[in-house]
Every structure is written in structure tokens, then in C-alpha cells.
């Protein structure tokens, strides 16, 4: 079973067009992100949703909008793509815990990544 | 501010060799967590190991270690017995837990080493 799937894989489109990427998680997870990986490998937070509620919004254009329907699902939404949004795409989720008092993080579950490329 | 550097972009092991993969970071809050991922030339996003800033051992997965050594800021990765398959990119990342917990924090990562195992 994929503990979070991401769709479409790939996906290639031209300048202008809006698309969506669809995020799903079945690890029951409160918290899911949606991370930009750029041409140099270089991963950086996009969003993070907690139970439905936009928690992290870094410095991302508006033409970027994630929605999240139930916490299991977090998709974006993205209008008048452009050149630079060329990128991998990976979604992801997470869970903190309690060990005897201290909050103890938990790694992320990435899905697969989509590839978007713009033309 | 978090920081996450890592110094080494590309490295070169020779296949049943150890290896260190260096990783510092910096960060003003006391409760923390360290993570290491592994991405392949497939590029799914794979979790190796986790360190949280109060643990008083060093985490071990494996043929997996961290080297955390907190006062000088550093959670080295140790790859013992690389193999073939251990060939990818690798990527250390932290996260502050602050008040409510790591659900909330924003999960940075570093540049990224790049592995190659000899044969």
C-alpha cells in the first residue's frame, strides 16, 4: 500500500495553462507539505497543512494555491504556469509524538515527486 | 534563523567501505530534530535516520549512523559497508519542534551530497 501517492507522475505542459497535482496520504498523518525540488536538487517548502489549516506559506506566487478538501488529501493548484515552475514536485506528511514528555518529531513520508515541466 | 549546510557536494567511496557524510547546523531553539534522507537517480525522497536534539545516543539504523555531536552542531551521516545501491544523492535536514510540536515546524534541508560507490 503507498502511504502517499502523488498524480500525475510527470505531467507537460505549455506557458499559460493551469494544472493540478493531486496528493493523497493514508497514514493518517495531521500534517502534509508540498516541497519545490529546483533543476539543482535543491528542496524547499512550499506549504503545510495541519488538520485542513494552511500553517506554513513561504514565499511562493500567488499562481501557486494548495487546497486541502480532509487532512488526508493536500492538492495544488497551479494558474498561468511559467517558465521557472519547471520542477520536481514531492508531497508530503508527517506526525509529531509525545516520548516521556518531549515532543519527538517524526520524518516526513515523501510521495514519488511529479515532474512538471513547462514548455 | 535554521541553517543546514553540507560542505561536500559530490564524494566517491569504494564499495565495503565506510564513509562520512558531513552535515552542521545552526538553530537558536533547544528542541530539534535531525533527519537524513536518500534520494536515488529514481528520485523518490527515502528516509535513513533520525536524531532529536535531547536523545543521548547516537541513532543507528542499520548500517546506518549519526555522529551527532551537539555543541559543535554537527550530525554527520556514517555509511558503513557501502554497497552499489548506496550510489544516490543525500540530504540532511532540521527541523525546530518549538512550543506546539514538529507538526508546525518547516523541515529545511541542505544542498545535498552526492555519492558514487565504487565497485
Known amino acids: 500500500d503507498t502511504a502517499v501517492s502523488q498524480t500525475p507522475k510527470y505531467l507537460v505542459t505549455q506557458m499559460g495553462n493551469d494544472k493540478s497535482i493531486k496528493c493523497e496520504q493514508n497514514l493518517g498523518h495531521d500534517t502534509m507539505y508540498w516541497y519545490k525540488q529546483d533543476s539543482k536538487k535543491f528542496l524547499k517548502i512550499m506549504f503545510s497543512?495541519?488538520?485542513?489549516?494552511?500553517?506554513i506559506n513561504e514565499t511562493v506566487p500567488n499562481r501557486f494555491s494548495p487546497k486541502s478538501p480532509d487532512k488526508a488529501h493536500l492538492n495544488l493548484h497551479i494558474n498561468s504556469l511559467e517558465l521557472g515552475d519547471s520542477a520536481v514536485y514531492f508531497c508530503a506528511s508527517s506526525q509529531a509524538t509525545r516520548d516521556r514528555g518531549y515532543l519527538r518529531d517524526s520524518p516526513l513520508h515523501f510521495g514519488n515527486g511529479t515532474r512538471l515541466t513547462v514548455t | 534563523a535554521q541553517k543546514i549546510t553540507q560542505t561536500q557536494p559530490g564524494m566517491f567511496v569504494q564499495e565495503k567501505e565506510a564513509v562520512t557524510l558531513d552535515c552542521t547546523y545552526d538553530t537558536s531553539d533547544p528542541s530539534y530534530g535531525l533527519f537524513w534522507y536518500k534520494q536515488p537517480s529514481s528520485g523518490e525522497m527515502i528516509f535513513l535516520i533520525y536524531?532529536?536534539?535531547?536523545?543521548?545516543q547516537n541513532a543507528t539504523e542499520g548500517r546506518y549512523s549519526l555522529n551527532f555531536q551537539k555543541a559543535r552542531k554537527s550530525a554527520n551521516l556514517v555509511i558503513s559497508a557501502s554497497q552499489l545501491g548506496d550510489s544516490a544523492m543525500y540530504f540532511c535536514?532540521?527541523?525546530?519542534?518549538?512550543?506546539?510540536?514538529?507538526?508546525?515546524?518547516?523541515?529545511?534541508f541542505g544542498k545535498g551530497t552526492k555519492l558514487s560507490v565504487k565497485p
Open positions: 536524531q532529536g536534539s535531547y536523545d543521548q
Open positions: 535536514a532540521m527541523r525546530d519542534l518549538g512550543f506546539y510540536g514538529g507538526s508546525q515546524g518547516n523541515l529545511i
Open positions: 497543512y495541519n488538520n485542513k489549516e494552511l500553517i
